[in-house]
């Protein structure tokens, strides 16, 4: 699992952006709260973020021609499989959404797609 540095999001490609997809979607869902390195900063915050930062790669989504399932424009929605949050805590928007998306991760995505042979010009 890995949350793309958010800048990255317009220039993913499709295979990287529907993963983003499902990965939101999972931590959001009862992956929340589960232990996995690359991901455990999330869990420091609000679910909000989370579904702030989604909401990023919802937006590219539909921008592409994409049909994603507008119950992930609830912030309390949490899957299908997954009881809604009765209360949530609402922070604002920040840029980045996570302190640790700084420049140090954003070279580090860029090192990882580069490895699976994904160049990006940003």
Same mark, same amino acid.
């Given at each position: ?11 993913? @490609? ?11 979607? *999972? &931590?959001?869902? %009862? ?5 996995? *390195? ?7 915050? $609000? #679910? ?34 997954? &009881?809604?949050? $009765?209360? &949530?805590?609402?922070? @604002?928007?920040? =840029? @980045?959404?996570? #302190?640790?998306? =700084?420049? =140090?991760?954003?070279?580090?995505? &860029?090192? %990882?797609?580069? %490895?699976?042979?994904?160049?990006? $010009?940003?």
């Amino acid at each position: 699992m890995r949350l793309w540095h958010q800048k990255l999001i317009p220039f993913l @490609p499709r295979q990287q952006l529907l993963g983003q997809h499902r990965e939101c979607a *999972a &931590l959001r869902g %009862n992956g929340w709260g589960r232990p996995h *390195a690359t991901v455990n900063y999330v869990f420091k915050y $609000s #679910p909000y973020k989370l579904f702030q930062f989604h909401m990023i790669v919802i937006k590219e989504m539909k921008k592409r021609g994409y049909n994603p399932d507008m119950q992930w424009a609830d912030p309390f929605f949490r899957g299908k499989k997954c &009881l809604k949050y $009765s209360e &949530l805590e609402c922070v @604002p928007l920040k =840029d @980045p959404i996570y #302190p640790e998306h =700084d420049e =140090d991760y954003l070279k580090s995505c &860029l090192l %990882n797609l580069k %490895n699976k042979g994904i160049e990006l $010009s940003l």
